[in-house]
């Protein structure tokens, strides 16, 4: 009985004690057995019902200590702790329990040291410098932090005027000039509460007088103080700004190393087809002069090696065309069937010369008008068949194009030159579009070749909205192929007293030749007499002028270059009183040149050497245009 009492007078004592007392089982999940007051008040009563693993501790760390720290719900509480120390007892005791106030458990404090150090570390060995800067409410600023790469980039020692001055010691040493860039960059950034970049110069430490470039970033922070905080960083960036400078400078470099080339091509193509022109244009005059057997194949060979020459200045004059960017796509009314055939008809008899079949294979529905550049698209395929002749030796050559579908308004055309040639390794398929690139280089020496052709081919059907594709196969052949989408063109019914009434105007016509120089003017004059017409010659633009306000010419070869007044300035007086068509002949190939011929209002360019069907055809249209 007494025994009992005084149980019950312990248990009391324990239930009411000010310490936490607890019991749980000694095998998982170590339930709580019993708990006193103190532990319902402090830790929680609705716990009684739970274990140590409820309350999230790791019991295998924890129970072989004699003493025992953790959190609970964010507190924290120490106990003495019992263990079984019998067999006949299977409960831990946990007694002497107390809420702490450290914030940290033992091991965390560890965590945070090594961070601390981690930080400290990671601070003062990153290239640069971090920095706290802190502007006060009447707009004082003072660096509250700044780690040791202050020294490296500004050679100044942290024990110096910068942890214990103002502002004012740093903004000494900041460029001159850049200062007022530095303080408004500032200025802005506290006003927007933006982050702050800004690169300047700043003295390489105290006295001296060499600069290096640095760059600062920082985040400004509006503090509940009023104040404004900046955390940011400090680098030196003297060299990225050597390296910038070189890199520009590179760029200079190649620009004008660009230039120069371009300059090049446009000087080597215009000194080439002056001689050039020459040559041709008495060519053809001999041409139709009936020359023997023996003397037109003489002739033939003289105009297939003109002609390669012409394919040559021309592609270096479209290459440097489109490099300038001045290529332009010209949309006019065409019909498909008419380009694609003018193309094949012309390269029949090249075709015969390689002893090659060229075949053309045109489907349903390409006998329509559409929108097209029918110069640029005959280029594409003047080249890929040229090129199919080219490397195909007693072979086929299959021109294929297909209208593979259309709408009211829209065609879309797929077109192929297939060929039984030498074919292309995979390894070079890729090469064989870029700028100057040939497979075997010394292989054109026969017919000769810039490897820029297939270069511009895939240029211009990318300017057309167009991709080319190829397929081949050593030994057995090659196909190039691609697919463009063009705009249709509503027809209009043909005037055909129009057409009769025109034919009748160009039958005898008579010229105004504006030309300069006489080998020219002889070739150009024979020409003319070929055709049946007749023609006035003076020899500069100011002649010219004269020449038609006091006679009547149905056309005028105006050229470019000529002393005491040029082609161009001749061209804009005539039009001022004239409606006479103009044709601009020219050998110059410079863009200037092209431009300007376009602005100046005439009604036809021909380049020289003059091609006297080109010429022919260019006067007929201007004149029928005129009537
Ligand atoms: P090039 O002016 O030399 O013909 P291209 O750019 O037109 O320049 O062609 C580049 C190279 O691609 C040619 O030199 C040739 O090696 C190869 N090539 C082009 N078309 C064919 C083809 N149909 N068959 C075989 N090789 C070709």
């Known amino acids: 009985m007494q025994d009992k009492r005084i149980e019950s007078i312990f248990k009391k004592i324990i239930y009411e004690s000010s310490d936490i007392v607890f019991l749980t089982e000694d095998t998982h999940p170590y339930s709580i057995v019993y708990a006193n007051k ?40 120490s106990f003495e702790v019992e263990l079984p120390r019998d067999s006949g007892s299977s409960y831990f005791l946990f007694y002497r329990g107390k809420k702490i106030t450290a914030q940290r458990l033992p091991g965390e404090e560890d965590a945070d040291k090594l961070l601390t150090s981690k930080l400290t570390n990671l ?104 104040e404004t905080k900046w955390h940011g960083y400090l680098t030196d960036i003297s060299m ?37 022109n020459a040559i041709s244009g008495s060519v053809y005059t001999l041409f139709v002069e009936d020359p023997s057997e023996i003397q037109k194949s003489a002739i033939n060979t003289i105009n297939f090696a003109v002609d390669n020459l012409l394919v040559m200045i021309n592609d270096l004059l479209d290459f440097q065309k489109i490099e300038a960017g ?79 579908g259309q709408t009211k308004n829209k065609v879309r055309v797929n077109f192929s030159v297939t060929d039984s040639g030498i074919g292309i390794a995979p390894e070079h398929k890729q090469k064989i579009f870029n700028d100057f690139d040939q497979v075997r280089p010394t292989f054109n020496s026969k017919y000769g070749g810039t490897g820029l052709g297939l270069s511009i081919t895939k240029k211009l059907l990318t300017l057309m909205g167009g991709t080319i594709s190829l397929e081949s196969e050593v030994g057995k052949g090659s196909r190039f192929y691609f697919e463009l989408e063009f705009d249709r063109v509503q027809e209009m019914p043909v005037d055909s007293t129009a057409n009769a009434s025109s034919s009748h105007v160009i039958e005898e016509l008579h010229l ?57 300035d001749a061209a804009l007086e005539i039009k001022k009183f004239s409606g006479t068509p103009i044709i601009a002949l020219t050998a110059a190939a410079k863009l200037e040149i092209l431009e300007r011929i376009d602005e100046c209002d005439f009604d036809g360019f021909v380049a020289k050497p003059i091609d006297a069907v080109e010429l022919f055809n260019q006067i007929r249209a201007a004149v029928e245009g005129n009537v």
Not at 137 to 156: A, N
Not at 165 to 171: E, G, H, K, Q, R
Not at 524 to 537: A, C, F, Q, V
């Open 38 to 77: 103190s532990f319902e008040e402090q830790v929680g009563a609705e716990l009684i019902d739970r274990s140590l693993v409820g309350l999230g501790l790791d019991i295998n760390s924890y129970i072989t200590k004699e003493k025992l720290t953790f959190a609970y719900n964010k507190k924290y509480y």
């Open 240 to 276: 990225n700004n050597e390296f910038q400078t070189k890199l520009e400078d590179a760029r200079l470099a190649a620009e004008k190393a660009n230039q120069v080339k371009s300059d090049f091509l446009s000087m080597i193509s215009h000194e080439l087809r002056t001689p050039l």
């Open 512 to 568: 105004l030749m504006a030309e300069d120089n006489e080998v020219n003017s002889l070739v150009l004059g024979k020409i003319i007499k070929k055709w049946g017409y007749t023609y006035h010659r003076v020899l500069n633009g100011k002649e010219a002028v004269e020449a038609a306000r006091t006679g009547k010419y149905d056309c005028i070869l105006m050229d470019i270059q000529m002393p005491v007044m040029d082609g161009f």
């Open 326 to 404: 001045k290529l332009t796509i010209e949309y006019r009314s065409t019909k498909l069937k008419d380009v694609i055939e003018k193309v094949l008809n012309g390269l029949s008899f090249h075709a015969r010369d390689t002893g090659n079949k060229l075949e053309l294979h045109l489907s349903d529905g390409l006998d329509i008008l559409v929108k097209a550049d029918k110069t640029r698209l005959s280029q594409v395929m003047n080249n890929l068949i040229t090129n199919a002749l080219k490397f195909t030796n007693q072979g086929t050559v299959d021109v294929r194009v297909e209208n593979v």
């Open 123 to 226: 601070v003062e060995r990153v290239p640069g410098c971090l920095y706290q800067l802190t502007m006060d409410s009447v707009g004082k600023l003072k660096f509250s932090f700044l780690s040791k790469g202050i020294q490296s980039i500004l050679g100044l020692s942290l024990e110096d005027e910068f942890q214990t001055l103002d502002i004012s010691a740093f903004v000494s040493i900041v460029h001159p000039e850049d200062l007022p860039h530095v303080v408004m960059t500032s200025v802005e950034s506290a006003r927007k509460v933006e982050i702050w970049q800004c690169q300047f110069r700043v003295r390489s430490g105290s006295g001296s007088l060499q600069y290096r470039w640095v760059m600062s970033t920082a985040r400004p922070e509006v503090l509940e103080t009023g």
